[in-house]
């Protein structure tokens, strides 16, 4: 006999406003029929005069809530009075408070694991917060089993920071937002569905994936959903009603299917705002070389045609400035850009870096004339620090890139060229994102899509189309070689590369009779140049982009 799914209702902070809601959850049964279970993450009790006398409504059996309702303990220190047991407890008729912290397991045998309150900021922590130790009680038991598969609810009162990394932006202060010691209980306790509040936003986090692809058998993917406050004026949404079969009786194979739109694990992306102790393969442990160097020394080599405005980097983004490090007393600040493990021809701290070639220096990025390039004004994005490929990018370097195509796209355009980019995941160790100009007259941006399709073909190779709003980061994860074009309309080609690719293909598809007519340039070492014509050209290209580079605004 299959297995009936529980029905089952989340909702955001109530702050008192009981008859609101489950006058919601009432209208809602009517509707659609008797749901299981209501669980309400976030600030349950309000302050005010009128959420008190609410609640005695039903604390007094007067009211009665029409599901059962679970909720978390206070958020605040003005709530903390309204639970007067730190173990859960029934507060009313249908009304039950689940603790600190735990696990609960209904009778169908779903499992809820739940945190109430905030991230103590001190020792001894207040009444209305969790501690590390809190959260070791909670996962020791369960992740200790080697059938740990998983749970399948989380709820938590604050979100989980970093939580948006590889997804569609909330709607919130992402960098005052979330708990680190959050992140690394979701990480680990895998929920199915991950509930939190506290913001007063609705966030609804594309799902993601709790294995490495083709390295790890696949498993569940997790969904989290932040839920806004009841009945709040901007009418952002407070209830989210779902379907689910526990995960102890529901068939493998089942639980494991990938939807299309799932992303790589939020949780395990190298950015700066984890916890430092959260190191990866990338993290940078010391301070790298001071990046100022290359704006000294091009500026005098240049003869001043690069400075910009001084060009010593007046700002890191956050305030502080690249240059502090030369005040007396203060502390270096570390820069934080990834660290190859020997040498590399691109990473601008790099003493291989060819730095003639540079034409722009941003805060994570730079931009230079490719070395033996297709045509004049054929250039490279590449990212200040050592990362292999663009899903390997944390989101300020993808934001930063983002701003340098925009500005190429603008300026190919006044010279009447469209822009095509292409990367090659395969046999390179920094990111290099090729960026070549193709004039308009040459041929129509289908044109090249089709002789990036037929090339490929030729080769069997399947090239296929990443639809218009799918992130690269979905469909390749970390350490996946692959080849990607982006053309001028938006529209995205990918080839995951199997045993062997033709490193030159990029080149060879815009070199051919269909698209550049430059057959002879398919190879980059047949156009190199010498070390004074690259300066001539690449001073001449600097010059040219100038009004379109947006770091002489900064």
Known sequence: MEEQPLRVLACGDVEGRLNALFNRVQAIQKKTGQFDLLLCVGEFFGTTPEAEAEWQLYKTGAKKAPIHT???????QETVKNFPNADGCELAENITYLGRRGV???VSGLQIA?????????EPAPAHCFTSKDLVALMTPLTSSSKFKGVDILLTSQWPRGVWHYANNPEVNTKLCGSNSIASLADKLKPRYHFAALEGAHYERLPYRNHIVLQENAQHVSRFIALATVNNPAKKKYLYAFNIIPMKTMDPA????????????????PTKDKMDTQKTAFSATEEEEPANQYFFDLSKKQGGGFRGHGRKRHSDGDGRGRDQQHHQGQPKQPRRHPQPSGPCWFCLASPQVEKHLVISIGTHCYLALAKGGLTPRHVLILPIGHYQSVVDLSSEVVEEMEKYKSALRKFYKSKGERCVLFERNYRSQHLQLQVVPVPLN???TEDIKEA???????????????????DLKQIAPPGTPYFYVELDSGEKLYYRIQKHFPLQFGREVLASEAVLNIPTRADWKECKQSKEEEEESCKQLRDDFQPYDFTWDE
């Open 254 to 269: 089942e639980l494991v299917k990938q939807p299309q739109d799932v992303t790589e694990n939020p949780y395990r992306c």
């Open 104 to 106: 609960f397991t209904g």
């Open 442 to 444: 040459r041929c129509a």
């Open 452 to 470: 990036f399709m037929v090339q490929a073909q030729e080769q069997q190779m399947e090239m296929m189309e990443i639809p218009e709003h799918t």
């Open 70 to 76: 679970y909720i978390l303990g206070a958020a605040s």
């Open 114 to 122: 739940y945190v109430s309150g905030q991230e103590a900021r001190q």
